[in-house]
């Protein structure tokens, strides 16, 4: 595992839980508005963190926090991942992990091993535009199947997605909806234009709220829960 971050306490990344953030370097997408561009660039990669850091930090914080979320850059491309989340389960904390969904082997292993307890998966956006926004060719295939693996998988979950004004319609979320269909939760994610991969999406435009509401209104057919983050 590559780590280059570590956030010792949230309150609103697990729900219901208080978690620490793990935050790996390294993604496959290149999404331009991406708001950790230091994760996915290698030109702007920072200092590593230990695993000693890591599991010496855990390890004084049991019975402190609940859970440990790993997300990235994208943690499915990383090889000894499945080594990692089951030291983590061992000593105790529950695993939320965020992905892109673009590694279904990885995804299915973790999930039939019980390593992982909540799962984020990021819908970029309808399979037809994935190229476009994540700047780089999608097995969209992978996409597919990881959305199956993630409803069928018994474990609590969400979808979600940042929706940018410039590069996603109302028309799109509907698609995304039709991809997501009878799933338990699905986020409309406000776009965090404080530092992103491109420089020109520092100026971006998320969706206006009355947007958002509109969005939420026609996925609320799809899906048994749709909020607002």
């Not at 990692?84 to 990885?106: A, C, E, H, P, R």
């Not at 969400?158 to 996603?168: G, I």
């Not at 406000?190 to 020109?200: A, F, I, R």
Request: aromatic share 10%.
């Amino acid at each position: 595992m590559i780590i280059a971050g570590l956030q010792y306490f949230s309150l609103i990344d697990y729900p219901g839980k208080i978690c620490a953030i793990v935050f790996t370097q390294g993604c496959n997408f290149r999404c331009p508005y991406c708001h950790n561009p230091e994760l996915v660039d290698p030109n702007r990669f920072q200092q590593t963190i230990s695993y000693d850091t890591i599991f010496s930090f855990l390890e004084k914080r049991k019975g402190k926090i609940d859970a440990v979320e790993i997300t990235g850059g994208e943690p499915t491309i990383q090889n000894d991942l499945e080594e990692f989340v089951q030291k983590i389960k061992d000593m105790g904390y529950l695993v939320k992990l965020d992905t892109n969904g673009s590694n279904s082997i990885v995804l299915e292993q973790i999930i039939s091993k019980n390593l992982i307890d909540y799962i984020a998966m990021d819908i970029k956006a309808p399979l037809k535009k994935y190229k476009e926004i994540t700047g780089v060719n999608v097995d969209t295939e992978e996409i597919e199947k990881c959305i199956n693996l993630i409803t069928n998988s018994g474990l609590d979950y969400e979808f979600r997605t940042t929706c940018v004004n410039s590069l996603l319609s109302e028309e799109d979320i509907l698609e995304i909806g039709e991809m997501i269909k009878g799933a338990k939760r699905y986020i409309l994610q406000k776009l965090v234009p404080s530092k992103t991969l491109h420089s020109k999406f520092v100026n971006e435009f998320a969706f206006s709220q009355m947007k958002l509401e509109c969005s939420k209104e026609i996925i609320k057919n799809y899906v048994d829960e749709c909020f607002i983050r």
